[in-house]
């Protein structure tokens, strides 16, 4: 729907590249932005901010990893399994925020409130174990580090639409 | 604010630091702190040069590509067309979507010296005469992205980057271009597609990006560490850069040191630095009191050394000579503790998770692999299926559009050569020989979590090897 925020944050976008298409994974990131997840008025609306086919969004995001096709928790875990943070017990820091959290990788808790995934190499091997949460590296992250994690991240505040909005691409 | 990494750790032997150089004692993120320590004079000085001059610096400087393919910088640039004898725009390119297992320098570098990729960048741009450069940077490193953002503004209200740059009539603008999560995209011709607004799949060559790149026009990708580099050759002269390092490979690099080992980080050395004094004298040797198994020496898609192969320097005709690659200068360190078998699931599971799927042997091939590695690991497998492992590694090889399947099939193919032993015992054994004592055991691969709507179709076994 034209003249929206989002509307207007694609526009602003867009116009920094020679040509308009190139803003689609910016342009993607701030729906995510808007809506917490990918849903289908999200392609909706990238696509009309960009002349492009609400299945042409539909496809480019499904190429990557970052945006979510389903609904996902107010905050993301991502643990990184690769071999680096692997040799040195990622499997360990995985379980204790499995068992923490009461799911497992890939899912979500029942409040809402977070997602746990696996993700493949963050690129901080020399500090493994690394833990994405909400889009910041903790680095290194030991079992015994995790409860803790988890209780900062139960006490804070959700973020403000202004912090959102700085967040943007 | 973003959260810093850990300190870069206090090495008993003497860093040779080009790129790095003063990260510790300042705070070079800022302009100031940067110009304070010699930046942007090598832009003063490059602005000065002809166009060809600047080229003719990186060709003397011999510096080789630092992103893992290690093609001479000075030559790729030499295939662009000069910017009169082409009618379209050239764009510069600079590939900030690190993301090889291992591999974490370029994420060091934008952190701890942004402005020396933003000096090279504009230098690099006026040299081949693009006034659009895009820097794609891998949408996980969200402060980095922050981080070189402010860098950016702060260099284009200083006038160091933006419309006529200290008034010297050239103009460069740089765009930060945030990925979302494919490794594919840092090949090359994957990313143009990706930064076209595509899907990031990889193109057929030739033609090559220098002749048609992104928008079809003519386009130079650099790694980060290799633009960053700029500056300093630019600041001591190409020639002068080549008497750093050894015959073949000029310069110093950043070597990213993971795995099992005392003091993980980034050094930056002199190419040539036996590959034993970076581990033992930089990283403080083997953690736990452990022994030395195998080293991966250039990210999870080179093939492996032997413990007894670590006197190699580290250059790149010293680890062709012993069949392996410097690569992106990942340096993958893995004690007694793990089975090799594992490491090749893990391996073989992260390219299967990230291929792009547009050829067939890649495709399939890896998942090939990951499913007669997870019935070697869990004793299942024949002796038959062990030849078939190689005859899939071989059959992927040299065989698809770009390197993504040989980073699969060239690693595991070494791990059985290297550590056959390992592999024969599973099979004769009819189990894991290390038990649950491995280091890798009970590993988890995210393979298509992200598409938890598609996991029960993806859980369900194609087909059962014969």
Known sequence: MPNSDLYEAIQRVAAQYPVRRSAIMPALHLAQEKYGWLPPEAFEEVGDALDLTPAYCQAVASFYDMYHLEPVGRHMIEVCTNISCALVGAQQVLEAFERELGVSAGETTDDGEFTLRTIECLGGCGWATVVSVDHRYREPVKPQDVPAIIEELRDAAPPTAEEDRDRGA | ?466
Not at chain 2, 139 to 163: P, T
Not at chain 2, 179 to 190: L, R, S
Not at chain 2, 197 to 206: E, N, T
Not at chain 2, 367 to 386: F, H, P, T, Y
Request: with cysteine; net charge negative; charged share 20%.
């Open chain 2, 1 to 466: 604010m973003p959260l810093l990494p850990p300190p870069r750790r206090i090495a008993t032997v003497a860093l040779r630091e080009l790129l790095l150089a003063h990260a510790d004692e300042r705070d070079l993120t800022k302009l100031s702190e940067y110009e304070a320590v010699g930046g942007y004079s090598s832009l003063r000085k490059a602005l000065g040069m002809e166009r060809q001059t600047i080229l003719d610096e990186l060709l003397a400087s011999q510096i080789k590509g630092r992103g893992g393919a290690g093609f001479p910088m000075g030559r790729k640039a030499s295939f662009l067309p000069k910017p009169g004898d082409t009618p379209k725009p050239i764009y510069l390119t600079v590939n900030a979507d690190e993301s090889e297992p291992g591999t974490f320098k370029d994420r060091e570098i934008m952190f701890r010296a942004p402005h020396a990729l933003v000096e090279g960048t504009v230098i690099t741009s006026y040299a081949i005469g693009a006034d659009t450069a895009f820097i794609y940077i891998r949408g996980e490193y969200y402060s980095e992205f922050e981080i070189l953002r402010a860098a950016l503004e702060e260099a284009r209200e200083r006038g160091f980057v933006g419309e006529d740059i200290l008034r010297s009539g050239t103009s460069v603008t740089i765009v930060v271009h945030r990925g979302a999560g494919a490794y594919i995209c840092g090949e090359e011709t994957a990313l143009l597609e990706s930064l076209e607004g595509k899907r990031g799949q990889p193109r057929s060559k030739p033609p090559f990006p220098a002749i048609s790149g992104v928008y079809a026009s003519p386009t130079l990708i650099n790694n980060v560490e290799t633009v960053a580099t700029v500056p300093a050759i630019i600041g001591t002269g190409g020639e002068q850069y080549a008497k750093i390092g050894v015959e073949g490979s000029a310069g110093t690099r950043v070597f990213s040191l993971s795995g099992n080992v005392v003091r993980g980080g980034n050094y930056e050395l002199e190419l040539g630095t036996p590959l034993a004094e970076l581990i033992y004298s930089h990283g403080g040797g083997i953690a736990d009191g452990r022994v030395l198994k195998a080293v991966i020496p250039g990210g999870s898609s080179v093939p492996v050394l032997a413990a007894n192969e670590i006197n190699t320097p580290l250059d790149f005709d010293a680890m062709a000579n012993v069949g392996t690659f410097l690569g992106s200068g990942a340096v993958i360190v893995i004690d007694d503790r793990a089975c090799m078998v594992q490491l090749g699931l893990r391996v073989a599971q992260f390219y299967q998770h990230e291929s792009c799927g547009k050829c067939t042997p890649c495709r399939e091939g890896t998942r090939w692999m990951v499913q007669i590695l997870k019935k070697i690991e869990d004793g299942r497998a024949s002796q038959g299926e062990l030849d078939l492992l190689l005859n899939v590694c071989d059959r992927i090889l040299g065989n698809c559009l770009c390197p993504l399947g040989d980073a699969a099939a060239m690693p595991v193919a070494s791990y059985v050569a290297k550590f056959r032993d390992e592999y024969q015992r599973h099979i004769d054994e009819g189990r894991c020989p290390f038990g649950g004592e491995s280091s890798l055991e009970g590993l988890f691969a995210p393979v298509d979590q992200h598409h938890a709507h598609l996991r029960a179709q993806i859980e369900v076994p194609v087909h059962e090897l014969a």
